[in-house]
């Protein structure tokens, strides 16, 4: 019997969000083929009809991303980028920033697991991660108010406070500094804005901001 249509499609995308998984916990250096393709429950010898070297997956798993795990992402969020409302620039930064972000290390954006690994990495997984930013600072552009110029500027520090508190936080995810790593972060981030009052009553995303009583 024929595979269906759509089955080499699926077979690659089972790779991908293997792959995606296994580079958040380990890190590109301690991740072979051998074991993404175990993930996925497949063969090692299916992987070269999809791929042709661990680098092109991990560029690939990257930009996948967008369309898998960030989509659903956004989805729990309430974050519509086509909104072009402040109060979804609100909930990108109190879901990016907070600890359910934070403690999910196989769904966590690659801006922030994979940043080590990109910078020894070859041009394909750095335009593939410069592509991952770009589309970080569109989804804030598009909902931030004022000039181009203005929202641009913006949208490059949201993002740069966003990814850099992650970035210190997942390194030492178990501490208190870690907590006011993110605390500061989003402090900083909800001040370059003057928020209206649709935002303060819109009430916190499923991201669970401001902290949580222990």
Known sequence: MPYPKDHK???RERILEAARVLFNRRGYDRVTIDQVMAEANLTRGGFYAHFSSKEELFADAMIGFLE?????WRAEEKVDPTACQLVMAQR???AYLSRRHLADRDGQCPLIAYATDVANAGPRVRDSYRHLVEAMVWLFEMNLEGDPAARRSQALSLTALCVGGMILARAI???????????AAHAAATGIWNRPAAVAQAGPSTGQWPREEA
């Open 173 to 183: 995810p178990e501490t208190r500094i870690a907590q006011e790593v993110l605390d």
């Open 68 to 72: 898998g795990r960030g989509a659903r």
């Open 9 to 11: 499609a699926k077979t």
């Open 92 to 94: 990108m930064v109190d």
